[in-house]
């Protein structure tokens, strides 16, 4: 019987301080699951860890590849094995083509391209050795469909879809799972800077008439990391209300 219950699991957040990776840490440890959260403040991590219900916050930028491995190591060996992570740190920053600075190319693409691969290869050796495990990726609708004033993030997000595809296809034999999530706009500071005609606008493209929330993707991400998707792996799964329809 199916219940969705992540009972006896270890989870790892990134970024989960605030958001969509805050509503995903207390969604896990609600299902049941002991969560490790991260955010680049250890403070506000362990502030988050508190309200979300998590086993413990702790201090990460995932764009330092060596700090990610030792982190992801150091749970696998405090919790004895690690089921679960969920790749979700990422910056957006909107640049008309013109506008676009190196620095903005280089944040964007070591944050949410090179982080979630860190991410994805320290989460595959932790999981190896107990051939199983589940990981999620964030992508995003505007990776699939690309945006105006968005091309350096669709660009990052469309590699974050094909991180989650090739590792897919690479670590399946080995028990472990990779899906990603592409949302559309969901209700978070990452999109505070919307202004309400923007906010208004979306919200008329969208069938179902509304923002996403940050529980909306939590809770399809609970559902890609249980065992009640074990046979669903590579899949890019939008959650945004129709809104690319
Ligand atoms: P928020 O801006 O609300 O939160 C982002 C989180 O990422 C924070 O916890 C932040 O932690 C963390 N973070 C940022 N940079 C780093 C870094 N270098 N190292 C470690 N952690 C970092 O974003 P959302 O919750 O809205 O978005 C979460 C994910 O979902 C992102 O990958 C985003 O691209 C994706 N997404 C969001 C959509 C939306 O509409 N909101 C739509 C589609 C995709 P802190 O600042 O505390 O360090």
């Known amino acids: 019987m199916l219940d969705g219950s992540l009972e006896g699991r270890v989870a790892l957040v990134t970024g989960g301080t605030r958001g969509i990776g805050l509503a995903t840490a207390r969604a896990l440890a609600e299902a049941g699951a002991t969560v490790v959260l991260t955010g680049r403040d250890e403070a506000k991590a362990k502030e988050a860890a508190a309200a979300a219900g998590a ?27 690690l089921d679960i992570v969920v790749a979700n740190a990422g910056i957006m920053e909107d ?24 991410t994805v290869q320290a989460a595959a050796r932790a999981m190896m050795r107990k051939k199983t495990g589940a990981i999620v990726v964030l992508a995003s609708i505007v990776g699939e469909h690309g945006s105006a004033g968005q091309t350096v993030y669709a660009a990052s ?8 595809r090739s590792a897919a ?20 500071d990452l999109t505070s800077g919307l202004t309400e005609d923007a906010k208004a606008e979306n919200i008329g493209k969208t069938p179902l008439g509304r923002l996403g929330t940050p529980e909306d993707v939590a809770n399809a991400i609970r559902f890609l990391v249980s065992d009640d998707a074990s046979f669903i792996t590579g899949q890019v799964l939008g959650i945004d209300g129709g809104l690319v329809l």
């Open 55 to 81: 086993d413990s916050g702790l201090a990460l930028d995932v764009t330092d590849a060596k700090a990610v491995s030792t982190l992801v190591r150091g749970v696998a060996k405090e919790h004895g094995k």
């Open 95 to 118: 640049a008309l083509l013109g506008m676009i600075r190196e620095e903005l190319v280089d944040t964007t693409l070591s944050t949410n391209v090179a982080g979630t691969l860190h």
């Open 157 to 164: 997000k469309a590699a974050v879809a094909n991180i989650a």
């Open 169 to 188: 296809k690479e670590l399946g034999r080995s028990g472990i799972r990779v899906n990603a999530v592409a949302p559309g706009v969901i209700d978070t």
